[in-house]
């Protein structure tokens, strides 16, 4: 399905160049995560743990079912617990799946300053470099799902790669493969959007009448999809953004002012150059010697 | 060092020393600043040892940069104190950048280009070192909300880029107004400097009798 390589990228931080491509004729791929067959038992977190070798810290218990109680360097995906009282009263317990969404459009690869920390291949998994991480913190800044974390161990940036090594040799990510309930699936995106089509026919004819796809347009879609019961409010997740979107602060400081900024403390120099050669130095004369003399000549005779 | 007999006494040497930690930081920040800034600058992050020294000394150089600064405002606030002079030599501002001096007004130790540099910095750098903290993945990562870190970071580039091009403008002015590079390098200018540039000024220490024709005065 892919090769993953350094020939399919499609998106490369930091880089004004196109990156290379050659390779780049592939399928889009999707992870679709269905939140309303999702029993919360956590298997996909142990198997991401597994898989990527990742051991977070052993914290305490703060009285939730989520556990640890957020992403870290460590922790790349969680199951995040949220209990709502729909309008007739009753509980719903809702368990979502937390972990990066693998924007069309990443805001963290648009907010990296470090050339090829951050790329996006042509299957559209956003992925860490991380060798070439300088651990700023820009990516955080520049993600609209709050997912990077930053090691304080080796100033790196990480988060969830959809198992980018097991998909390139045609394996599922490690937590599709351990669901027990098929509530995560993987393959292309059409058709994770197809199959997210027949599960919210199913959903609204069991009386969710607002079932739907999550995909945000605003980031481009996204390569991990929800299935949702309430897809209308998608906040009531552990979060879940309802219009994500790269901060137009980001977009104004990644976008416009980089090149302006860069133009225009050239154009200072250039400009101080030519006033150089065309106007040039402002010069003391030695009449301005002579004059400065004569006043302190005349100051010192009135003095005396 | 060899001083001519006339010669003023401009920067003392604790200001020359003070005045050159600031540049050699500044200098640093810019560097290190740039090459997270454009990905065309990312380079310079070579001269700090790669990307991650770059991003981890950064902060380091503003720290010292702000105890540098504080040093600066001590000695050099005074001497920068707006005056009505400013209006008129502000007006008459393109007779300055022609090297028309006929057509300037007099002025004391600083003229307004001088004030702007000085008083661009004193507003900047704190700027520059409230909005770095706040970005400070290191230390103050977790202090803030992202939406808070978002828009210090913007803060800070506009700060650094408005430094910067102040940071221009004071270095070519240094190397236009001939010599005025010698009063920072080694403290003094001649009188015939001080006539034809501040001449209010030079009109102060004559009367105060601080600067004598004949007599060499001790480098302090």
């Known amino acids: 399905m892919s090769d993953l390589q350094s020939q399919d990228y499609v998106r490369r931080s930091a880089t004004t160049m196109t990156p290379p491509a050659a390779r780049s004729h592939e399928d889009q791929v999707a992870k679709l995560i269905d939140v309303s067959r999702c029993i919360g038992c956590k298997a996909c977190q142990s198997a991401c743990m597994e898989w990527n070798d990742l051991r977070p810290e052993i914290g305490h218990f703060e009285g939730s079912y989520e556990n640890p109680m957020d992403l870290g360097p460590s922790v790349w995906t969680l199951m995040k617990f949220a209990e709502y009282e729909n309008e007739q009263g009753n509980l719903e317990w809702l368990i979502r799946k937390d972990g990066c969404m693998h924007c069309e459009d990443p805001g963290c690869l648009k907010a990296c300053p470090a050339p090829g920390a951050i790329v996006q291949y042509a299957n559209g998994i956003v992925d860490f470099i991380s060798d070439k991480c300088i651990g700023c913190g820009y990516c955080v800044k520049g993600c609209p799902f709050d997912i990077p974390r930053i090691s304080k161990t080796d100033h790196k940036s990480y988060k969830c790669t959809l198992c980018s090594d097991r998909v390139s040799v045609g394996l599922e990510p490690a937590c599709v493969k351990a669901c027990p309930t098929g509530a995560i699936m993987f393959g292309s995106k059409t058709d994770m959007t197809n199959w997210a089509g027949e599960r919210i026919e199913d959903l609204k004819s069991r009386g969710f009448e607002k079932a739907g796809l999550y995909d945000p347009p605003e980031v481009g879609g996204t390569h991990v999809m929800y299935v949702l019961h309430h897809a209308d409010k998608p906040s009531l997740y552990s979060g879940l953004p309802d219009k994500p979107r790269i901060s137009p602060v980001v977009e104004v400081w990644k976008g416009i002012l980089k090149p302006l900024a860069v133009i225009g403390i050239a154009m200072a120099a250039v400009g101080a150059f030519f006033h150089w050669t065309t106007i040039g130095p402002n010069e003391v004369t030695d009449e301005d010697e002579a004059e400065a003399a004569r006043v302190l000549r005349e100051k010192e005779e009135e003095s005396t | ?220």
């Open chain 2, 1 to 220: 060092m060899t001083r001519p007999a006339n010669a003023i006494t401009r920067y003392t040497t604790l200001n020359r020393v003070n005045h050159w930690i600031n540049a050699g930081l500044f200098i640093l920040l810019v560097l290190s600043g740039l090459s997270m800034f454009h990905p065309i600058l990312f380079f310079l992050s070579g001269l700090f040892g790669g990307g991650q020294w770059a991003r981890a000394a950064h902060p380091w150089f503003g720290v010292l940069l702000v105890i540098s600064w504080i040093g600066m405002i001590i000695q050099f606030w005074r001497a920068n104190l707006p005056s009505k002079d400013d209006i008129a030599w502000s007006k008459a501002i393109v007779h300055v950048v022609a090297n028309d001096d006929e057509h300037v007004p007099p002025i004391g130790r600083n003229n307004s280009g001088q004030k702007l540099v000085f008083w661009s910095m004193t507003l900047l750098i704190p700027v520059l070192f409230v909005t770095g903290l706040l970005i400070w993945e290191v230390y103050f990562g977790e202090a803030t909300s992202i939406p808070v870190q978002r828009v210090a970071v913007l803060i800070h580039s506009l700060a650094a880029i408005s430094a910067i091009l102040v940071w221009v403008v004071h270095v070519y002015a240094a190397i236009w107004i001939r010599d005025s590079v010698r009063s920072m390098t080694q403290g003094y200018v001649t009188p015939g400097w001080a006539w034809h540039h501040h001449r209010k000024w030079f009109y102060q220490l004559a009367a105060s009798r601080r600067v004598s024709k004949t007599t060499p005065r001790k480098n302090p």
